[in-house]
């Protein structure tokens, strides 16, 4: 409690309200939240009060709690609410990620903790190495199921869950259920309460979409990050490359950027995260690998510079901005061929997402104008073969004819089958050594 005082918390949220008790109580829990709505305190609350209330000898090679997230970064800021809210205690945490030193992971893991936060990848490492054994977890937590599934995680999922003990209280949290989560739960989970709250302040998100084509997206974004209302964005794009270009763009026009993908190092990650909390940079550009693992108070805009193709990811973009009871504002830009991308996304929010700058009308005929195919014209007088664009051929015919009638000797070339005009019938090659000439031999 003077930890929850300390870092402001004073009033629990809807999340917070339905899953605790049910947690306390040491039942399974099947939690469905949008983000932001304060469900890493829902599970880490009830976890740490056991931990005090039950303490265990910590034993080699084992830990009492393991918590699964799908990104680095959501992995490093689940540890660091764990450590704040569980600071009087004297509990051993671990952090086990991809992208850092595994020696140092091993030999955290070896002399045993009580709560080790993972993804997936590198756990399934250490535990192939003998440096962790899940045989001590009472509490098993996956954090953001629906993205672990779409990063293809599942196998390493049921790896992990093959190995941990019978009993044991197992909570899940999602953003969104989608039927290969609920198969998984339905599995993993033992008779769980559900939990379902609908997010607050969603509808304080402005979500609009403007109509445009690929090469018009840079001008719209420096034009937004220039708007009085811009204090802080995110800026996700679908590809890594295309975030770096992304980046480029507004250094040249003046604005200050960072990018966040899979091909830069765990320490630029860091950096660049640090850079926009702190305020240095004022605009993110984001892949959808790291879409998770973005907690930054007081994001203004979210923008979605290209649509995501999973209409689940758009949910989890968006979320980043009107946090805690704040308002904000998600824009995407949506091209010709990203549309059904723009119509799943609208089925599976239930909403119609308003259209702003250019008119749908003039949107929806950019593309047929510009995939109208194109006649060649021909020049006046038939000079050219409409096909082919080869001279005419009763031309060609009456040019050979002329030559024919110039030949040495003055003789005509022989006609084929009577007709004056004809091509002559051409030789076939034959295999050298049976009268073939000696070039086709060659």
């Known amino acids: 409690m003077q930890a929850l005082a300390v870092e402001g918390h004073a009033t629990p949220t809807p999340i917070q309200v339905s ?28 976890i740490l009060n056991r931990l005090a209330k039950e303490p265990r000898e910590r034993r080699r090679s084992e830990c009492r709690v393991l918590v ?19 600071k009087g205690l004297r509990l051993r945490t671990g952090l086990v990620i991809g992208g850092a030193p595994i020696n140092r992971q091993k030999t955290m893991a070896r002399n045993g903790a009580d709560i080790i936060v993972a993804t997936p990848g590198r756990l399934v490492d250490l535990m192939d190495q003998g440096a962790l054994v899940l045989d001590g977890v009472e509490m098993f937590v996956l954090d953001e199921v629906d993205q672990m599934l779409d990063l293809g995680f599942i196998h390493a999922i049921r790896a992990i869950a093959a190995k941990l003990p019978a009993k044991r209280q197992n909570i899940f949290f999602s953003a969104t259920m989608p039927t290969a989560i609920a198969k998984l739960a339905s599995a993993l989970l033992d008779d769980p309460v559900r939990v379902e709250i609908v997010a607050a302040e969603r509808p304080r998100i402005a ?26 964005g995110l800026v996700f794009t679908r590809t890594k490359h295309g975030a770096d270009k992304v980046v480029r763009a507004l250094a040249a026009a003046g604005a200050q950027a960072h990018a966040i993908h899979g091909n830069r190092s765990q320490s630029q990650r860091e950096r660049a995260l640090e850079a926009f909390r702190a305020g240095y940079a004022r605009v993110l550009v984001a892949t959808d690998i790291a879409a998770r693992g973005i907690d ?5 805009h979210v923008v979605n510079y290209d649509l995501p193709n999973v209409p689940e990811t758009y949910v989890h973009r968006i979320g980043r901005t009107a946090r805690a009871g704040a308002a904000g504002v998600a824009i995407s830009f949506c091209s010709g061929e990203e549309r059904a991308y723009l119509r799943s996304i609208e089925r599976l ?41 080869q001279p005419h051929r ?14 040495p000797g003055g003789e005509k070339k022989k006609q084929h089958r009577g007709k004056a005009n004809a091509r002559p019938r051409r030789r076939r090659n034959r295999p050298a050594g049976a009268g073939a000439p000696e070039r086709a031999a060659v």
């Open 394 to 407: 009763r031309k060609d015919k009456q040019k050979r004819a002329a030559n024919d009638q110039q030949r």
């Open 207 to 232: 979500q609009s979409v403007m109509f445009m084509e690929n090469g018009a997206k840079v001008s719209a974004l420096v034009k937004i990050v220039r708007g009085e209302d811009f204090t802080r």
């Open 296 to 300: 930054v108070s007081g994001v203004s």
């Open 349 to 389: 929010t239930r909403e119609k997402i308003s259209v702003v700058g250019a008119a749908e009308e003039e949107a929806d005929a950019a593309p047929r104008q510009h995939n109208a195919p194109v006649r060649k014209s021909r020049p006046a007088g038939g000079e050219d073969n409409r096909r082919s664009g």
């Open 19 to 46: 899953a605790i008790p049910p947690l306390m109580a040491g039942q399974d829990l099947l939690g469905i939240a949008q983000t932001g709505t304060g469900k890493t305190a829902a599970f880490a609350l009830p």
């Open 68 to 86: 699964l997230a799908p990104t680095r970064e959501l992995a490093a800021q689940v540890l660091d609410r764990f450590e704040a809210y569980g």
